[in-house]
């Protein structure tokens, strides 16, 4: 019997040795387990995936506005380099892709361009699909700060606009517009008829409640206007059957900003009136005529649509023209607004 219960012992010792050897020897056969991607396989992403990816994933956090100028640059730069892979691109592939769009002559253009494109690839380092960020050391073209309009300037390009063969008229009404009020040149195109509140002479306003800072100040941006733009924004309604925005172009379509920089650009041209102004310097000629007229920082910002007063050293500037020049040749700007 002790015999017997051995063997079977010795028996039962071997098999399970037998087993254990066959799965260590079938361990090597079987699928191998789940690997974290490395930096290797991530650096073979070529810029289109990459562009798609944060598309996808980085980009939902920002506003429409960026999303749109986002794709806009992405597309053009995808339509370059997309297929390379993203661990070679170089700081001079940016330098071609701004080589290869000499349109963009705009600072802020350029800088756009280059934001973006930088803000892809900081996401990608931060997702560890590079080590590094190639763009890092690129950087924005320095803007030039904007001056304010002067009343030469103005008077000019309002004579201009009676002499622009189809757009003349709509375009001289919205640009009286953004020198009485100081409004923002987005603000005064998305201007729509049920936003006017027009009962008082004397406290005629534009009530927005989708604005540029509606989310920081939580509160209505109050577009307001003197009798005289009133009676403008009156003139306007007379011809009018139905509600929608107040400022159309010839077509009777609302304005664009391109439609409205182009148009802006032939009435300046025909002017005779350097470049650098722009329908963003009546904001600028606005605010320095408020300062220069002895107006308080509070209310210039509340006028300008700030929630605080630190943007009204920015926009005001001293005027170059005196205030008695000012006064002067302010009779000539309501003699254009008459003539629209």
Same mark, same amino acid.
């Given at each position: 019997?002790?015999?017997?219960?051995?063997?079977?012992?010795?028996?039962?010792?071997?098999?399970?040795?037998?087993?254990?050897?066959?799965?260590?020897?079938?361990?090597?056969?079987?699928?191998?387990?789940?690997?974290?991607?490395?930096?290797?396989?991530?650096?073979?992403?070529?810029?289109?995936?990459?562009?798609?990816?944060?598309?996808?994933?980085?980009?939902?956090?920002?506003?429409?506005?960026?999303?749109?100028?986002?794709?806009?640059?992405?597309?053009?730069?995808?339509?370059?380099?997309?297929? @390379?892979? %993203?661990?070679?691109? $170089?700081?001079?592939?940016?330098?071609? =892709? /701004?080589?290869? +769009?000499?349109?963009?002559?705009?600072?802020?253009?350029?800088?756009?361009?280059?934001?973006?494109?930088?803000?892809?690839?900081?996401?990608?380092?931060?997702?560890?699909?590079?080590?590094?960020?190639?763009?890092?050391?690129?950087?924005?073209?320095?803007?030039?700060?904007?001056?304010?309009?002067?009343?030469?300037?103005?008077?000019?390009?309002?004579?201009?606009?009676?002499?622009?063969?189809?757009?003349?008229?709509?375009?001289?009404?919205?640009?009286?517009?953004?020198?009485?009020?100081?409004?923002?040149?987005?603000?005064?195109?998305?201007?729509?008829?049920?936003?006017?509140?027009?009962?008082?002479?004397?406290?005629?306003?534009?009530?927005?409640?989708?604005?540029?800072?509606?989310?920081?100040?939580?509160?209505?941006?109050?577009?307001?206007?003197?009798?005289?733009?009133?009676? @403008?924004? %009156?003139?306007?309604? $007379?011809?009018?059957?139905?509600?929608? =925005? /107040?400022?159309? +172009?010839?077509?009777?379509?609302?304005?664009?900003?391109?439609?409205?920089?182009?148009?802006?650009?032939?009435?300046?041209?025909?002017?005779?009136?350097?470049?650098?102004?722009?329908?963003?310097?009546?904001?600028?000629?606005?605010?320095?005529?408020?300062?220069?007229?002895?107006?308080?920082?509070?209310?210039?910002?509340?006028?300008?649509?700030?929630?605080?007063?630190?943007?009204?050293?920015?926009?005001?500037?001293?005027?170059?023209?005196?205030?008695?020049?000012?006064?002067?040749?302010?009779?000539?700007?309501?003699?254009?607004?008459?003539?629209?």
């Amino acid at each position: 019997m002790a015999s017997a219960a051995h063997e079977a012992a010795r028996t039962q010792i071997g098999t399970t040795e037998v087993v254990n050897a066959t799965h260590v020897t079938l361990a090597g056969y079987g699928p191998p387990p789940p690997q974290q991607p490395t930096a290797q396989a991530f650096s073979e992403i070529t810029v289109s995936e990459l562009c798609e990816r944060y598309k996808r994933h980085a980009c939902q956090q920002h506003s429409e506005r960026w999303k749109y100028e986002a794709a806009w640059y992405l597309k053009r730069f995808c339509s370059l380099f997309g297929d @390379l892979p %993203i661990s070679q691109m $170089r700081r001079l592939h940016l330098d071609e =892709f /701004l080589e290869a +769009n000499p349109g963009w002559e705009s600072p802020s253009t350029r800088s756009s361009a280059i934001r973006v494109i930088k803000r892809v690839f900081n996401w990608a380092v931060e997702r560890e699909y590079i080590a590094s960020n190639p763009f890092a050391s690129c950087k924005c073209p320095r803007f030039r700060k904007r001056k304010p309009a002067e009343v030469d300037h103005i008077v000019a390009i309002l004579r201009a606009c009676r002499h622009l063969p189809k757009c003349g008229r709509e375009l001289g009404r919205i640009l009286m517009f953004l020198v009485h009020t100081g409004a923002r040149t987005k603000e005064a195109r998305k201007i729509e008829i049920d936003m006017l509140v027009l009962d008082d002479p004397l406290a005629s306003a534009a009530v927005m409640h989708e604005h540029k800072t509606s989310d920081k100040t939580d509160a209505p941006r109050i577009i307001a206007m003197e009798p005289s733009t009133r009676r @403008l924004v %009156i003139n306007i309604l $007379r011809k009018r059957n139905a509600g929608g =925005f /107040l400022f159309l +172009n010839h077509r009777g379509q609302p304005w664009t900003r391109n439609a409205l920089n182009q148009a802006f650009r032939r009435a300046r041209r025909l002017a005779g009136v350097p470049e650098w102004v722009t329908p963003y310097t009546f904001r600028h000629y606005w605010c320095t005529t408020a300062v220069n007229a002895g107006v308080g920082e509070r209310s210039i910002a509340n006028c300008m649509g700030h929630a605080k007063t630190d943007m009204v050293a920015h926009y005001s500037q001293a005027s170059r023209v005196h205030v008695k020049s000012m006064v002067r040749t302010s009779n000539e700007v309501r003699k254009a607004r008459r003539a629209l």
